[in-house]
Structures are given as C-alpha cells and as structure tokens.
C-alpha cells in the first residue's frame, strides 16, 4: 500500500482534474473535498438532504424503502452496508421483493453469499478472472455487476454486464465461490460499482476512505444512513453516546477525520527521518538527560 504515493512523492504525477461520472457539478466538487477530509464537504450533503439518522433498525428500512421506489423509476440504485451478514440480508429481501406475487423459479443456482439466484437477477462478482474474458482486453473482475440471462442444472450463469452489455458464461465453480446477488453490497466490494443512487449504511466507525467511496458510487445521487439512536437497551443508559448523543454532523466529521490511507514501508521510514520528528525525539532525550545530570549531581 502507499507505492504510487511514493512515486509521486519522488518523480511527482499527473492529475485527472475533470470529473465525469456525477451529474450534478456541486456534487461533484463536494466529493474532492470528501477526498481531501475537508469538513466543509458536509455542507453539500446536508443541504442536499443527503444524509439521514436514526436507529439501526429504522435505516435499514428506509435504505431498503428508497432503494426499491429508485427501481421501480427505472433507476439503477444499489444497497449499501457495514457488514456481509446485512448485506445478505438486504440481498435476500430485495430479490423476494422482486419475485413477490410470481411464480418460485424452478431454475435457482446456489450462490457464495447463501443465497439463489434465477433469471432476471442482479449478482455481482468478487474475484477477478483473466480467464473469463468478455472482450480482447477486458475480463470478469472483482465488483463488476451482471443481470442473469440463463441458468443450467450444473450451477452454471449466462450473465450480461450492467454497463457494457457484454455477455459472458460464469462456469459453475467460479459461481459457488465468488458471486454473490449484485443488490446490495459491502462498501469494500462497491469499490469498482457505478450506479445511479447509492444508499449507503454507516455506522459512524468508517474511515474517510469508505465513506469516500460510500458517497461517490452514484452518478444522480448518494446517500448515507447514519445509526445515531441507542438501542433502547436499559444498560446502554449510562454511557456517554447516549447521554451526550452525536448529531450527524458529529459523526461525518469524526468519519473525515480518521485517515485510514495505508503507507509502505518507505513513506514510514521517510517520515520517521524528517528532522521535526528527530528533533521531538532529541529534545525528550536532553530533558531526560538533565534529569538524570540533576538527581546524579545534586541528589
């Protein structure tokens, strides 16, 4: 981690300085300052009525209501949260919600999340395959999401990629172990996903990164869904989230706040070598030493 800031720290780089993927320019500046950890990001979101709080159960909901009227707009809108016990959980509930009032599929295919997929499904790949190309230079990839176009007795998919339309055969093995159902998914997995709306889960323990990624997904809109009530449980009372709770606010800057970018081993060295942080260390040695001068000399 941290290779191409060293690059750029020794040669410098270019920079990409015109975004393509929002639809609304504000946004667009909003989310370079979400990048940088700048607070003054969170006025966009805000204003925009971007954020939403309540209790966990509560967001779940809501995440869940708004992403199903996106879909039935038309939208391609996604799901996401904190944890993959939610997200399947969310995946389950959105395909019975698709499937509600027809027919069960004769034909499912068991996926690596637990749960089935059948035509007409949304899933979502997690290991990337050079093997598994669907043109000369592209090939089926962590994160890429697919609409399921045929099914076989053996667990096999015939699959056709949601931006590109290239269609690919996903051999039985690969389903097993790495494709999951493409509704709802961890902030981690979203990394490579663009959609329209994003309606994201947080918890408030996030770090800049994910909420980066959180909230750029989307190219009309990204929302967040912040757990800021209790549970209601009575040994919760006394603590201090519940007696002094945090606004939204509270958390998006606590989230910006917490730089979780990794560094390699060189960057550490190097900033272990810059003279400010060799002078703090010189100077607590000196008032070391002179206590140690002052008890030997005078007692």
Partial sequence: GGVLRDIRAAHGALHLTELMRFTGAAEGAASLELRDGR????????????????????????????????RAEGRDAIMLAPTRELVA??????????????????DEVALSDGNHASVG?????????????TAP???VKNGDRWTVLDT??????????????????????????????????????????????THGLATGEESRQQLYTMMTRGRDANHVYLEVVGTGDEHDAAKPDTVSPRTATDMLEAIL??????????TLLRQADDPAVLLCQATARY?????????????
């Fill in 39 to 70: 607070p003054s990001a969170l006025g966009f979101y805000l204003d925009a009525g971007r954020v939403h709080v309540g209790d966990l159960a509560t967001m779940t909901e809501d995440v869940f209501q708004a992403w199903s009227a996106d």
């Fill in 89 to 106: 959980e969310l995946n389950q509930r959105a395909r019975d919600h698709r499937l509600d009032g027809a027919p069960r599929p004769a």
């Fill in 121 to 133: 499904d949304t899933v979502i790949t997690r290991r990337n395959d050079r093997r598994l190309q």
């Fill in 137 to 139: 230079t592209d090939w």
């Fill in 152 to 197: 076989d007795d053996a667990g096999a998919l015939i699959v056709q990629h949601t931006r590109t339309a290239r269609t690919i055969a996903l051999p039985a093995d690969y389903v097993a172990a790495n494709v999951e159902l493409g509704y709802a998914s961890t902030v981690h997995t979203a990394q490579g996903v663009s959609v329209d709306v």
């Fill in 257 to 266: 706040a917490r730089d979780e970018a990794p560094a390699s081993a060189s």
């Fill in 287 to 299: 008032v070391d030493a002179l206590y140690t001068a002052a008890a030997a000399t005078v007692g």
